[in-house]
Nanobody, 126 residues
Framework: QVQLVESGGGLVQAGGSLRLSCAVS????????MGWFRQAPGKEREFVAA????????IYEDSVEGRFEISRDNAKNTVYLQMDSLKPSDTALYYCAARYWAGSHAFTDRREYGYWGQGTQVTVSS
């Protein structure tokens, strides 16, 4: 059973940066497409970024395009989300997610993902 553990969240001022990490255990990372999602209070969980097994051609939600970067180190079984130029609207609980046997695809729909971490809080002050 694969397990995901996020880290790296915190409190940052607007314009600042954070790097989230997602450590994957119990599986081989190249078997999984990976994604980052976020959920703000009172809102639905929304897609942020996704990467297929190779890490090539990542996809992003429009509001984070150009500010966030998803990457993966398959040798370390870790996925990252580098977040720059943070805005107060980025404040949310950020989740890492994994989809097994994804082929050469990345996924934006949270229903495609079968494994989730516990989340890490990101708070951006104005």
């Amino acid at each position: 059973q694969v397990q995901l553990v996020e880290s790296g969240g915190g409190l940052v001022q607007a314009g600042g940066s954070l790097r989230l990490s997602c450590a994957v255990s119990g599986g081989t990372l190249t078997d999984y497409a990976m994604g980052w999602f976020r959920q703000a209070p009172g809102k639905e969980r929304e897609f942020v970024a996704a990467t297929k097994w190779s890490g090539s051609r990542p996809i992003y939600e429009d509001s984070v395009e150009g500010r966030f970067e998803i990457s993966r180190d398959n040798a370390k079984n870790t996925v990252y989300l580098q977040m720059d130029s943070l805005k107060p609207s980025d404040t949310a609980l950020y989740y890492c997610a994994a989809r097994y046997w994804a082929g050469s695809h990345a996924f934006t729909d949270r229903r495609e993902y079968g494994y989730w971490g516990q989340g890490t809080q990101v708070t951006v002050s104005s």
